[in-house]
């Protein structure tokens, strides 16, 4: 079936430097997509969402970038902090009430100090 | 504000044996409801959605069992366990607003559960 996937497995960065986590999605059906941080032991949290209406948004210190032509999405968070690190999900769902979110499988993020 | 809730934590249970997880959300009315589990360094499965009091939509085929008595209470079941059954097991809730179709999940802390 279709689903969500992720570039990298795993990302390790810099204190300060910018990190970005890529995602691919292949249900060009999708027209609703999140972004999830979970930390050790937790639920995931939601992070930021993006339409496929949309190219870009922006909230405190993270981005979300949507490419619908190669069906690529990315989060982009600025200044990394030690408080950044966690796994990130990318999520997508189709069609009205979320009720079938489908997760990838998600980036851990390293950072050091 | 709105709070879910989950129990237990953490769950040691011998294979056969039989399971019943909680999640109850307050602070919000009909919310939509899931149960999802989480395989070590792995994505999240979607095993369970409910919409209302007693609808139950099951994604995938299993020994395990959703059952929403309340409105804000969802209880995730087995009569017999098997140790593939271990995992990270979270709830989360949804709610609509007006204006939006789409809508994001608040999670619940997880109870993980070790099948042995």
């Known amino acids: 079936g279709e689903s969500v996937g992720l570039h990298l497995p795993t990302l390790s960065v810099q204190e300060g430097d910018n990190s970005i986590i890529n995602c691919a999605y292949s249900n060009s059906a999708s027209d609703y997509f999140i972004w999830y941080k979970q930390e050790s032991g937790k639920g995931p949290q939601f992070i930021i969402d993006?339409?496929?209406?949309?190219d870009k948004r922006q909230g405190q210190r993270v981005t979300v970038l949507l490419n619908k032509t190669v069906k690529h999405l990315s989060l982009q968070i600025a200044a990394t902090q030690p408080g950044d690190s966690a796994v990130y999900f990318c999520a997508e769902n189709t069609g009205t009430g979320g009720f079938k979110t489908i997760f990838g499988a998600g980036t851990r993020l390293f950072v050091k100090a | 504000s709105q709070t879910i809730h989950q129990w237990p934590a953490t769950l040691v249970q011998p294979v056969g044996s039989p399971l019943s997880l909680e999640c109850t959300v307050e602070g919000t009315s009909n919310p939509n409801l899931y149960w999802y589990r989480q395989a070590a360094g792995r994505g999240l499965q979607l095993l369970f959605y409910?919409?209302?009091?007693?609808?139950i939509s099951s994604e995938v085929p299993q020994n395990l069992s959703a059952s929403r008595p309340q409105d804000r209470q969802f209880i995730l079941s087995s009569k017999k366990l098997l140790l593939s059954d271990s995992g990270f097991y979270l709830c989360a809730w949804s709610v609509g607003r007006l204006g939006k179709s789409h809508y994001e999940q608040y999670f619940g802390p997880g109870t993980r559960l070790t099948v042995t």
């Open positions: 409910s919409v209302g009091i007693g609808q």
């Open positions: 993006i339409r496929s209406n949309m």
